[in-house]
Every structure is written in C-alpha cells, then in structure tokens.
C-alpha cells in the first residue's frame, strides 16, 4: 500500500482564493483526520470521520472551513476564502476505527502558504 | 476533554548518550492507547512507540522505550544510544475510542 496520499505537497495561493486540500486513505482504514501544524499553535485536529460521517468538527477555525467525504476513501479539505494565518502544514492521517491501538497512519502534509 | 502536555520544548543529547523525553496526560478513560511519534524535518510522521494502557508493563522497541506510570498519568520516552539520526520533533499522543491528542511536541538535537 502507498500510504497516506496528500495533494498537493505545495500549494501558494493569494488571499480571497478558494484553497481544496486532497486525501486518499490507506485502503480498508475507515478513520480520517485532518490535522494543521503551525509553530504557534503546533498540532491541531481539526475534524474527524467515521465511516465518512463527520464525528468531531470543533476544531475548524471557522465556517471558511469545510471538509468532506465524498466516499470511503477520498477526503477533501476546503477553504473558502483563505487568508494569510491559514499558511500552515495541513496533514491528513487515517486508521481502524475498530482499534484503538491501531496508530494513526500520517501523508506527508500540503503546505499550504497563502500571500 | 483529553490533553497532552509536553513540557520541554528542546531537548539536546550528546551522540550515543540516553535522552528521556516527558509528556502528562489527562483523562477520566480507563481504557487507552499512548503513542509516540517523531517528525523528521522531511515531515513525515512516523510511529515510535505505543503503550496500552492496560499493560502494566512497559513497551519498548529497540533503543525506544517508555515509562508508563498509570496512577501518575505520565508516559515518558527514553532514547538510548542516540543517533543522529534521532534529531526530530518527538509528538506524544494519546487514543480512546475517538480521536487522537497530540502533545506540542518536543525538538530533540542530537549533538555529535
């Protein structure tokens, strides 16, 4: 299995512009995370999926931010309109949720900078 | 809610020497899982170690291991013979049946 697949690995975008982020989980893990990792903040989780339902969204900033599961395994991060204290390292990271000793498996993370 | 503190954010080791690494964590579950993950500058997350939290023995994995102290809520990492290649951001995180919580991570400098 390839991993964790994000896209893309870079992205520079000017502020007011809609931002997509891309997922696809490692096949037969049915648990997706996203996460933002800044120097200030460090690690947040922003929202998380079981099944494609959205359990836990209370780490979205705000409604710029939406995240979606359009199937099992293939989630989309979107932010409409972006603005400069969105720059950040976005890492998406899937697992069983049947396990809970089963780690979370992490992409290699988009980094986004928005100008 | 769950939290994970990590209250070093540097720590540097001599080459070959054994750094140890704290992370605290709260919580009113019973059952859970502690890991911890190091982070490289290429970014990658990569898993260390885990520790069930039902075990009272402590996991180890090569030169990585942990001491699990239940009752205390503290789960620290010792890394011995250290490596260059051990110079990374180190990530404790803890599991219950949801969502994982990372701590804010500490930056380990392996000094040759």
């Known amino acids: 299995d390839a991993g964790v697949i994000q896209s893309p690995r870079h992205e520079v975008t000017e502020m007011g512009q809609e931002v997509t982020l891309r997922c696809k989980l490692i096949?037969?893990?049915?648990?997706l995370f996203w996460y933002r990792q800044t120097m200030m903040r460090g690690l947040e989780l922003l929202i998380y999926?079981?099944?494609?339902?959205?359990?836990?969204d209370s780490g979205m900033p705000e409604d710029r931010f939406s995240a979606k599961m359009p199937n099992a395994s293939f989630s989309t991060l979107k932010i409409q309109p972006s603005e400069p204290r969105d720059s950040a390292v976005y890492f998406c990271a899937s697992s069983h949720r049947s396990g809970k000793n089963t780690e979370a498996f992490f992409g290699q993370g988009t980094r986004l900078t928005v100008v | 809610a769950q939290t994970v503190t990590q209250s070093q954010p540097e720590m540097s080791v001599q080459e070959a020497e054994t750094v140890t690494l704290s992370c605290t964590y709260d919580t009113s579950e019973s059952d859970y899982y502690l890991f911890w993950y190091k982070q490289p500058p290429s970014r990658q997350m990569i898993l260390v170690i885990r520790q069930e939290a039902y075990k009272q023995q402590n996991a180890t994995e090569n030169r990585f291991s942990v001491n699990f102290q239940k009752a205390a809520k503290s789960f620290s990492l010792k890394i011995s013979d250290s490596q260059l290649g051990d110079a990374a951001m180190y990530f404790c995180?803890?599991?219950?049946?949801?969502?994982?919580?990372f701590g804010d991570g500490t930056t380990l400098t392996v000094k040759p």
């Open positions: 995180a803890y599991r219950d049946a949801g969502k994982s919580t």
């Open positions: 999926f079981n099944n494609n339902v959205p359990i836990d």
């Open positions: 096949s037969g893990h049915n648990s």
